[in-house]
């Protein structure tokens, strides 16, 4: 049984259908790979970072792109927050809004 994929708003669907084409398109293959094997998809595609939260990875000609997602109950997939890097690391703010949001989703997924 497949994985269903939810975003948190239509703001996070938004940005990442605003991403260059080269990230939308690895960001799509990646997507299908999570929707067919879940948690059994790690590097270089998906790591986790900590309490349930994880990282998507997709790169593209223009650049590297990350969504930050979690697990919920009923086989789905959901992305809290999205964004493309200009840094080495995943800056602290992008990482503590997908945490807030997390904690806020928390008690569907446990």
């Known amino acids: 049984m497949a994985y269903s994929v939810e975003y948190f708003n239509d703001r996070v669907r938004a940005e990442i259908e ?3 084409v080269g990230i939308l398109a690895d960001y799509a293959r ?3 790979m999570l929707m067919e094997f879940g948690p059994e998809v790690g590097m270089p595609y998906s790591r986790p970072m900590g309490d349930g939260l994880f990282e998507l990875r997709p790169r ?3 650049g590297i792109g990350r969504a930050l997602y ?3 109950r009923g ?4 992305i809290l927050h999205a964004f493309v890097k200009k ?3 995943t800056p ?3 990482l503590n809004r ?3 949001r997390l904690k806020e989703v928390r008690h569907d997924w446990m």
Do not use: F
Request: aromatic share 8%; proline share 4%; with cysteine.
């Open 30 to 32: 990646i997507l299908e």
């Open 60 to 62: 593209g000609r223009e």
């Open 70 to 72: 979690c697990y919920m």
């Open 98 to 100: 997908a945490c807030d």
């Open 92 to 94: 602290q703010k992008d």
């Open 87 to 89: 840094t080495g690391s």
């Open 75 to 78: 086989r789905r997939l959901l």
């Open 18 to 20: 605003a991403w260059p």
